[in-house]
């Protein structure tokens, strides 16, 4: 046993002393609060002792080293998952249970650090978690936002947003890094001066910014790796800097402080659309430079100046294009700090900077106006235009015509503004997608003429999940199940659930699975009673869609099909279904109208079927308050059904999919992102497919749109739930309060909702046929589950390293 390892009964000695020496409290007055850090820190302890050990060793090693860096990491809770990978679950909760103390509630105090939106924020964290459990030597780089995700309330049948200070009680799990403390600068202007017969370029007049690293230990399951999460905190330096020589005063030094402190203040709530934020800017900058000038300083450490060494020990990972600055950044530190020439600077930057693609939503794709870049980052926006400069070039010479119409495309400045992904996909020397298929519209449209111009860089990696916590840790009746049944090998090699793929014939187990499942809705119901004062019934099938809202998501598509089964209870006293319960969970982005009109629709939904006798039997909608990552570790081992509904082409891969059909949930989707992979896996059988193909989608594109009038005028179903949008069915008192969602449907949806409706609600119509065979279902069920192993994470992290990484 390593010797980190802690027992039964230090454990408890460990908890009761930290009660009172921090607290001064015995366990039986201490809060939940209190209990909660005791448990927090003596894991931590714990922890602490392997990353001084591994940090003992890593101190000599002179292999290749990862720095992963995204502008979020939405990790979720710590304690569970981090008991799990120290494979100490069985002493915690042994423990805890002679200390009388309830498990899920002491992990609910652990305030849910939210420092990200969505998918890719999400996929960071998993990415870090098999990296470590891989023993790969990795550092994740990101902000340390003060407010993570805003808070999610319902109010007056309408999405609120509340401040999340997430930080307020402290954070066990970080601790500072003084040592690493640098600074950024911003503004200014340059100065060429000549200095030992060479051009230097000399940042004059610029404000600094003091970047303060904070480290959170991921450690590895079962293993010796504790990697590092390190966060960085802005802040005003302490000592006078030039902009202070002009008359600074007490309180304007306060001021600085407060402006300072404004780059890591919040994360900002939009997903998949850009908007070019100044200070959006500064915070990719700020942790880019940090994170970079901190490489630097340990390669040196390990290797001296010897630079033309990086590509060989170190990857700079570029988790979308948001860290894209790394490039000009890393430029500058070659160049400017270290002497080095442009070539060999350049040269070493792309063989060192690798760039992964999450969006082809044009809305997303980030520009920056080369006027703010210019004025806020002078020395690097002249990088860019150099860059710029000998990429075209390049083109020029290759397209042998300097007026080619695809240089326009290519270029990095271009009427005005900086393309970063132009700027990633030039400088790194890997380019990949998330799914198979995102791989292959990244290479046939968006970025086909630099496929056309580099093909060798392009790759693509299917995403993964870590079963670790989305299904050991979030379904522990599940995996107790599995190891009863296959034994515990899948726990290191995921592709083994396939074992139990000859169970899905024995009745035993199928009922103990269904039986897990029943159990798991029944804690669900428990969470909605705590979290939102609600309930459901687990004995209705539950329909899950739980991601963001966003309207290529196509949370629309659902609804409508809620009011057309709702009609069909309501116009047929005959009509019978399988009772239902759609879950939704969705963040809006606070100002993105639409998303939160589709929002108050759901609710309106909801509040209908509530107020109506017949339709309450069979139809349920619950709209789940917040959803976060421990909402989704709850919701997520409770369905049966999960909803991918996105416009084929649209949703680079989904990560959420994989974690239901990880759960047992059927998938009813559309052939996008990584649902073709599921589908590829599961067979036709075991998964609802619907809808346009990509392909055909991208030819509706090409015509110029789609008449959703003519489907309106030929489908009457969809025509009356349509017209109920408007008709006073849901707010009697003011019909026209969700207008727009109906004109937006009938005029200008540019994710043709109504064109796949026909096909949706007819695989809707199987799952209904189907979920009333209860043995074909958990048939289903089963399959799901047995063939999720190669969206673990590590499947995913392999092939990084296989193709991109080369670690070791
Ligand atoms: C600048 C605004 C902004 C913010 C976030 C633009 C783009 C983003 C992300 C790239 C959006 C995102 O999270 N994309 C999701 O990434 C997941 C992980 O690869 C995929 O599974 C999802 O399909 C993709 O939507």
């Known amino acids: 046993m390593p010797t980190t390892q802690f027992d039964k009964e230090s454990i408890k000695q460990s908890i009761i002393g930290k009660l009172q020496r921090y607290n001064g409290r015995t366990l039986e007055d201490a809060t939940d609060q209190q209990i909660y850090n005791a448990v927090a820190s003596t894991v931590r302890d714990q922890i602490m002792q392997k990353w001084v ?85 990795a550092m994740g780089c990101t902000i340390r936002y003060e407010y993570g995700l805003f808070r999610q309330r319902i109010l007056g049948g309408q999405q609120v947003e509340v401040p999340d200070s997430w930080l307020d009680n402290g954070n066990v799990w970080e601790v500072s890094a003084m040592e690493d403390v640098c600074v950024v600068h911003f503004g200014g202007h340059v100065e060429m001066v000549n200095e030992d017969d060479r051009i230097k370029f000399v940042l004059k007049g610029y404000h600094s910014i003091e970047a303060v690293p904070y480290d959170m230990p991921v450690a590895g399951y079962g293993c010796d790796t504790v990697n590092t999460l390190r966060t960085w905190r802005a802040r005003a330096p302490k000592n006078v800097d030039e902009t202070n020589y002009m008359g600074g005063s007490y309180s304007r030094a306060l001021q600085e402080q407060e402006l300072a402190s404004m780059i890591s203040k919040v994360l900002y709530p939009e997903d998949n659309n850009y908007e070019g934020k100044q200070l959006r800017l500064k915070q990719h900058y700020f942790f880019t430079s940090a994170t970079l000038q901190y490489a630097l300083k340990d390669f040196k450490r390990r290797f001296g100046t010897n630079f033309m060494l990086i590509p060989e020990k170190m990857t700079i990972h570029i ?23 442009w070539d060999e600077a350049s040269w070493i930057v792309q063989h060192t900077i690798a760039y992964t693609n999450h969006t082809v939503m044009s809305e997303a794709l980030e520009k920056w106006p080369e006027q703010m870049m ?31 119409p695809r240089i326009a495309k290519m270029a990095i400045t271009a009427y005005g503004m900086v393309h970063m992904a132009n700027l990633c996909v030039a400088m790194s020397y890997s380019v990949n997608g998330v799914s198979q298929l995102h791989g292959e519209i990244l290479k046939n449209d968006t970025f086909k003429d630099y496929y056309e111009f580099m093909p060798a860089k392009f790759t693509a990696i299917t995403n993964g999940i870590t079963h670790r916590r989305w299904l050991m840790a979030c379904n522990t009746g599940l995996r107790n199940l599995i190891c009863d049944t296959i034994g515990d090998q899948w726990i290191r090699e995921p592709e083994r659930l396939q074992d139990l793929l000859p169970y899905r014939d024995d009745a035993a187990f199928r009922a103990e699975f269904a039986k897990i499942k029943r159990h798991n809705k029944e804690l669900f ?80 939904i909801s509040k209908l079927i509530d107020r109506t006798p017949r339709a309450k039997k069979f139809l349920r909608v619950v709209f789940m308050e917040n959803y976060d990552v421990s909402g989704a570790e709850s ?40 649902n073709v992979e599921i589908y590829e896996q599961v067979g036709q059988d075991n998964i609802y497919i619907f809808g346009m193909r990509a392909d055909t989608v991208s030819d509706l594109y090409r015509e110029g749109g789609y008449a959703p009038m003519h489907i309106y005028e030929n489908n009457a179903e969809l025509r009356h739930a349509l017209t109920q949008i408007i008709d006073g ?11 727009d969602i109906y004109h937006y449907l009938l005029f200008s949806d540019p994710y043709f909702v109504l064109k796949d409706f026909g096909s949706y609600s007819m695989a809707q119509r199987r799952v209904d046929q189907d979920y009333r065979l209860q043995d074909k279902w958990l048939r289903m069920a089963i399959t799901n589950t047995a063939c999720s192993g190669v969206f673990s994470s590590d499947r995913t992290i392999k092939e990084y390293n296989d193709r991109i990484w080369h670690l070791k």
């Open 374 to 404: 210019a004025e806020l980052l002078p020395r690097i926006y002249m990088i860019l235009q150099e860059i710029n400069r000998r990429v075209c070039l390049r083109l020029a010479d290759h397209y042998q015509n300097g007026e080619d």
């Open 729 to 739: 069915t849901l707010f009697p008192d003011n019909p026209a309060t969700l207008q």
């Open 635 to 674: 919701l997520i081992p409770a369905a049966d059904l999960s909803e991918q509904l996105s416009t084929a082409g649209k949703e680079a891969s989904g990560t959420g999919n994989m974690k239901f059909m990880m759960n047992g949930a059927v998938t009813m989707g559309t052939m996008d992102g990584a």
């Open 53 to 137: 050990k591994y940090r003992e060793t890593d101190k000599d090693y002179t292999g290749k080293r990862l720095y992963y860096l995204s502008v979020e990491f939405l990790t979720g809770r710590s304690l569970h998952c981090n008991i799990l990978n120290l494979c100490s679950t069985q002493e915690y909760l042994e423990a805890l249970n002679e200390l009388g103390l309830d498990w899920h509630r002491i992990f609910r105090e652990e305030p849910e650090p939210g420092l990200g939106n969505g998918g890719l924020g999400r996929l960071a964290a998993c990415f870090l978690d098999s990296l470590s459990s891989l023993s790969m030597p």
């Open 319 to 341: 988790n979308d294009t948001h860290p894209g600055l790394a490039i000009p950044e890393f430029m500058r530190l070659l160049m400017d700090e270290e002497g080095l020439g």
């Open 525 to 604: 119901s428990d969470m909605l009673m705590q979290r939102q004062k609600m309930s459901v019934d687990p004995d209705f099938m539950f329909d899950v869609q739980a991601k963001r809202l966003h309207e290529y998501k196509r949370q629309l598509l659902n609804a409508l099909h809620i009011m057309v089964l709702y009609n069909r209870i309501m116009d047929d006293p005959n009509f019978t279904m399988v009772p239902r319960v759609f879950i939704f969970g969705a963040k809006a982005s606070p100002a993105y109208y639409l998303a939160k009109q589709i929002i108050r629709l759901i609710i309106a």
